[in-house]
């Protein structure tokens, strides 16, 4: 994970490097404290200009590693740079710095916007945070201008989040993510609050966006068929560990992982002839992020496992353009 440049010859934004991140829990006097293990030795790159997707189950660590990308959360071990520039390095100025060029978008439009504020406010706090105008003239001007890019009335500055539908609200926590002319978007599961009529149009926004100002997303979902309308690459995660990088369309085509292959199995078709389709449904339990199984932590649900699975950690390894992380995928 450590070339700088990808096969279009675009550069690195934002990196991990064997980032772990755990999370102490207090447990009963007899088991004492747990620890909750969130991230495990992930290496990850982001270059400027894509749409990176981070895939998987409810619990696998997608969310959390966007965090830590962000350092909205300090990784237990291991490196984020973004820039080339490692962010624990960072004085407090310098981080605030360059906290303007990375921003998120929140899942849930209902509870990410302050109730208590106006829209112009809402979209105003990150330029006054940060001092961006002198006046409050150019500050008001920037709020209209990136009201109107993204789909909202600009006279409607002054009326409160629960005046608007959810997708407008959507739109609003958009604008502020824009305010600072961020080089990088945290999307966290963006429309799954939203109807799909609401999310095919945010997702044309999003798009629309990141032409128009060479955005980059690392765009975390658990629905594959937003992930293949949006992204250019795939980062399919379980249980803290990464199964399988690659192109969209090639891992939709030719998923490598069997892991990746049983959530493509699991994407509803829209032809109903092909509904009643034989499916391959993952068996057992999903394993405990507190106690992660030795080796393969797919292993225990996986029907093609084999005796070196349960022993040995596989390493993400690069087969025919991706990465992959199983002994049993070869080139």
């Known amino acids: 994970m450590n070339n700088t440049l990808n096969h279009d010859g675009a550069k690195v934004l934002a990196a991990a490097e064997n980032v772990v991140k755990e999370f102490k829990l207090s447990g009963n006097i007899r088991r004492g404290q747990m620890v909750v293990h969130a991230v495990t030795d992930v290496s990850l790159n982001i270059y400027e200009g894509e749409t990176l997707a981070m895939v998987g189950e409810s619990g696998c660590g997608k969310s959390t590693m966007g965090r830590l990308i962000l350092r909205l959360l300090e990784p237990t071990a291991g490196t984020v740079r973004f820039e080339g520039r490692d962010l624990a390095e960072l004085g407090e100025e310098e981080l605030r710095h360059l906290r303007k060029k990375m921003q998120i978008i929140f899942q849930d439009p209902y509870a990410s916007l302050n109730p208590r504020m106006t829209v112009a406010q809402i979209i105003a706090e990150p330029l006054n945070t940060h001092q961006i105008y002198g006046s409050q003239k150019e500050t008001e001007a920037r709020v209209k201008e990136l009201m109107k890019k993204v789909g909202i009335r600009p006279e409607f500055t ?3 989040p629960h005046q608007f539908s959810g997708g407008q609200r959507q739109r609003i926590g958009i604008a502020r993510a824009l305010a600072l002319n961020p080089k990088l978007i945290v999307c966290d599961e ?5 109807d799909v009529s609401i999310q095919a149009q945010i997702l044309n926004l999003l798009h629309d966006l990141q032409k128009e100002m060479g955005l980059t997303y690392l765009f975390i979902s658990h629905d594959l068929s937003v992930v293949r309308y949006i992204s ?4 399919v995660m379980f249980l803290g560990k990464i199964c399988e990088v690659g192109p969209t ?5 030719a998923p490598k992982h069997p892991y990746t292959r049983f959530l493509l199995e699991a994407v509803p078709k829209p032809n109903p002839h092909l509904r009643k389709e034989q499916k391959a449904f993952l068996t057992g339990e999903m394993p405990s992020p507190v106690k992660p199984p030795a080796g393969c932590r797919f292993h225990t649900r996986c029907p093609l496992a084999v005796q070196r699975c349960s022993q040995e950690v596989p390493v993400l390894r690069n087969i025919e353009g991706r990465q992959v992380a199983c002994h049993l995928v070869t080139a």
């Open 249 to 253: 369309e090639e891992i939709f085509r």
């Open 232 to 235: 250019d690459r795939i980062c």
């Open 158 to 160: 002054n009326r409160y």
């Open 190 to 194: 963006p429309v799954s609050a939203l």
